[in-house]
């Protein structure tokens, strides 16, 4: 008999690769060869498609030609780790109206020295405060008004040729100013550090005392600010636990309470919300490093 008809043999046919690859039959699959398209369709005991098959915008079926030979898994159907958008990082510098951006507390790179010998290794550092100079109010007025009192005093008693009395009151300024001086250098010493563990207070010049408490105890904070507190900006943060005894419970005159309460907060349920910036923010310095 002869040939079948059809057109005569080109070589250059652009659709004769086409033709054999739509006519070509499909082998019938062995069962020791591997999976199959499923048990039941007399093409091996393999398993049957399930819904996850990859269906997507790519390319669904194994090869460039998309023979339908076989199925492939979407590579990308696994977990992905969230993704902070620059949108949710934009918020994060908004209030709560969403009308003017909040200041943002700037983050120190490195913590000081005095702060760096109470953080171990793996723990990362989010900043250290000072009180604010509120804090120092006291002490202030009180050199002030001794200073001014006692150099009258000191200038009276002159007049009155009394040397012993006047020596008296020179010796008493002498120490005012040194308790002044004294509460100076404790409040310059007396530190509130925050870290993605915990928050602490470091005080004290000869006798130092550090109390800590870790985010993860922390069941309510709250911050109050008096009228005066308000109209220079600081305030008290009160901290509770879930332990029966705190060593950090109230934190008085911290500066920027909305700010500090803010970054705390966000520390506490959104670390990574962090993470993000501060690798936004290092990157943009490298980049103007770099330019």
Avoid: C
């Avoid at 943002?104 to 790179?109: A, K, S, T």
């Avoid at 602490?200 to 105890?217: E, K």
């Avoid at 993470?275 to 943009?284: F, P």
Wanted: cysteine-free; overall charge negative.
């Amino acid at each position: 008999m002869g040939s079948p008809a059809g057109p005569p043999f080109d070589p250059d046919d652009p659709d004769r690769e086409r033709r054999e690859r739509d006519t070509e039959p499909i082998p019938r699959i062995d069962p020791d060869d591997g999976p199959g398209f499923g048990a039941g369709t007399g093409y091996g005991p393999g398993p049957s498609l399930s819904d996850d098959a990859a269906f997507g915008d790519g390319p669904a079926y194994a090869g460039e030609g998309r023979s339908g030979r076989g199925w492939i898994r979407d590579p990308e159907a696994g977990y992905q780790s969230p993704q902070i958008s620059e949108e949710e990082l934009a918020g994060l510098r908004a209030d709560a109206s969403g009308m003017a951006p909040r200041r943002v507390l700037p983050m120190e790179d490195e913590p000081s020295a005095l702060a760096a010998r109470y953080l171990f290794p793996t723990e990362r550092f989010r900043g250290e405060w000072k009180r604010h100079w509120v804090h120092l109010s006291t002490p202030i007025i009180v050199g002030i008004a001794a200073t001014f009192v006692l150099g009258y005093l000191s200038g009276f008693l002159a007049g009155r040729d009394v040397g012993a009395l006047t020596t008296v009151a020179v010796l008493l300024w002498f120490a005012v100013m040194g308790w002044v001086a004294w509460r100076v250098a404790d409040w310059w010493y007396d530190r509130f550090i925050l870290t993605n563990k915990r928050v602490m207070v470091v005080n004290g010049i000869i006798t130092r005392r550090v109390a800590m408490m870790p985010l993860v105890r922390v069941t309510d904070m709250k911050y109050e600010q008096t009228p005066s507190g308000r109209a220079l900006n600081y305030g008290t943060f009160v901290l509770e636990s879930a332990g029966q005894e705190q060593a950090l419970r109230e934190i008085k005159n911290l500066p920027n309470p909305n700010e500090l309460y803010l970054r705390v907060v966000e520390e506490m349920y959104e670390p990574q919300a962090v993470e993000a910036r501060i690798g936004k923010e290092q990157d943009e310095a490298k980049a103007d490093d770099g330019a």
